[in-house]
């Protein structure tokens, strides 16, 4: 069997259920569970395989669900087969999870199940269709509503301790991508490449970006290597973002080394954005003298305007501030967010470069332009860039509302004598949605 588990921010995991009848599936109910940050849990039951069509599995739970419950635990599955001897009775649905605490007690049990004959739609009339559809069509509107109703309940009145979410992990797909971090997906993809062909590291490099688009997936192989293999061999280095926050992130260091590195020193899996075969290997890779001592005076700008927008933006980063969610082994000297002050250069990134220099105008503007919001968030809108796509709209209606006022104006007084200033008030109101835009085109 396949399970999907999706929660509300637009996460999925996928699990593949054996169940008993599989010896494989066996063993893997049967051996010791193992919890994320590495706690041992009792060893899981294996329920007993039936012949009636009933379908059992446990495994173990590694999904962020629910505010109200962690990352630990596992899941108990019991289901019967709707096709299973269909012609001697009707096929109905009967399934029933249960999630188990780390310290194995259950935490919760759901069940799903019929409670009328099964209906095939290649019988069902027109005019049961539209009573069905007009029956059902609302659900899908209620239930986020819904969700934040009981979420309410069991955070004000049961005072339910609340688990932040994590991020996933590798096995679980993660979150849509904005349409900045799609911008900037596309720019890191082309560098990522330009990386492997011109390294000396004669190696393939397999990478996995966040989403599920047809272009998810694709292998790099350098310039050099004499031959090309046919597949994608285990000794190559992988690289996987596990989720879009990692466009979001590395754009925001100076040093793309340094943003690998630090994940790989002080984030556990709940902060880390990106999964990688050899962590050494890819600092080798994005961290090679040909990309950090590049000289900025030989990229070319557009125009002064574009000199000036990408200075801005070097401006708009700042040092990071690093939070450890891990130990750190003694001798590692880590900054903690204390209070230091950085020496070094704030250069435009090695990404930045590698775009202007690269990449055609308007791949360009889009870069620079989500980048810069990106950056100015973390001045203006304590790092969401929303809040400021919010301000941009308010901004906007307020320009619509000031055209519609003066055009009432300039009808009511079309025959006055200030008809002139009045039709320069509704052209300018007219254009000033069009002012605004270009404004911003200019940051």
Not at 69 to 93: E, N
Request: glycine share 4%.
């Amino acid at each position: 069997m396949v399970l999907e588990v999706n929660n509300t921010f637009d996460e999925r995991r996928m699990y593949l259920l054996k169940g008993t009848s599989d010896p494989e599936a066996e063993s893997f109910v049967v051996q010791q569970a193992v919890t994320i940050d590495g706690t041992s849990m009792k060893p899981l039951e294996p329920p007993e395989p039936s012949n009636t069509g009933r379908f059992t599995d446990a495994w173990v739970k590694d999904f962020h669900v629910s505010p109200f419950s962690s990352r630990k635990g596992s899941y108990a599955l019991s289901a019967y087969d709707p096709f299973f001897l269909s012609q001697s009775r009707p096929r109905t649905i009967n399934n029933t999870i249960t999630l188990s605490s780390s310290k194995d007690h259950p935490k919760l049990v759901a069940r799903i199940f019929s409670t009328g004959p099964a209906i095939d739609p290649s019988e069902m009339s027109l005019w049961f269709k539209i009573r069905f559809i007009a029956s059902w069509w609302w659900v899908g509107f209620v239930t986020f509503p819904r969700i934040v109703r009981e979420a309410g309940k069991l955070f004000f009145r049961r005072k339910l301790h609340v688990w932040y979410r994590p991020e996933v992990l590798k096995d679980s797909i993660g979150r849509t991508e904005t349409v900045r971090e799609q911008t900037i997906e596309v720019c890191f993809r082309k560098f990522l490449k330009e990386r492997v062909e011109q390294s000396s590291m004669q190696m393939p490099l397999k990478y996995i970006a966040a989403g599920t688009d047809s272009k998810r997936e694709e292998i790099f192989y350098p310039k050099l290597a004499t031959t090309v293999p046919e597949k994608f061999t285990p000794d190559g280095l992988q690289f996987k973002v596990l989720t879009p926050l990692f466009y979001s992130s590395i754009v925001r260091f100076a040093h793309i080394a340094e943003f690998i590195h630090s994940e790989e020193l002080l984030c556990d899996d709940k902060k880390r954005t990106f999964w990688t075969s050899d962590a050494q290997k890819l600092l080798q890779l994005l961290g090679e003298k040909q990309i950090l001592g590049l000289d900025t005076t030989n990229l070319s700008y557009s125009n002064w305007m574009s000199r000036i927008q990408w200075a801005t933006l070097r401006h708009l980063r700042r040092s990071p501030r690093y939070s450890t969610t891990k130990e750190v082994p003694q001798g590692k000297n880590v900054l903690r967010g204390s209070a230091y002050h950085d020496i070094r250069s704030f250069r435009l990134s090695a990404l930045d470069q590698f775009v202007l220099s690269s990449c055609n105008h308007s791949q360009m503007e889009e870069y620079r332009i989500a980048v810069s919001t990106l950056l100015l968030s973390d001045y203006v809108a304590f790092g969401v860039p929303e809040l400021i796509d919010a301000f941009d709209l308010c901004i906007r209606l307020l320009l619509c509302y000031v055209f519609v006022d003066t055009a009432v104006d300039w009808v009511r007084t079309l025959f006055s004598r200030c008809i002139f200033m009045t039709f320069s008030g509704v052209i300018l109101s007219c254009n000033a949605v069009h002012v605004w835009w270009l404004f911003k085109r200019m940051l």
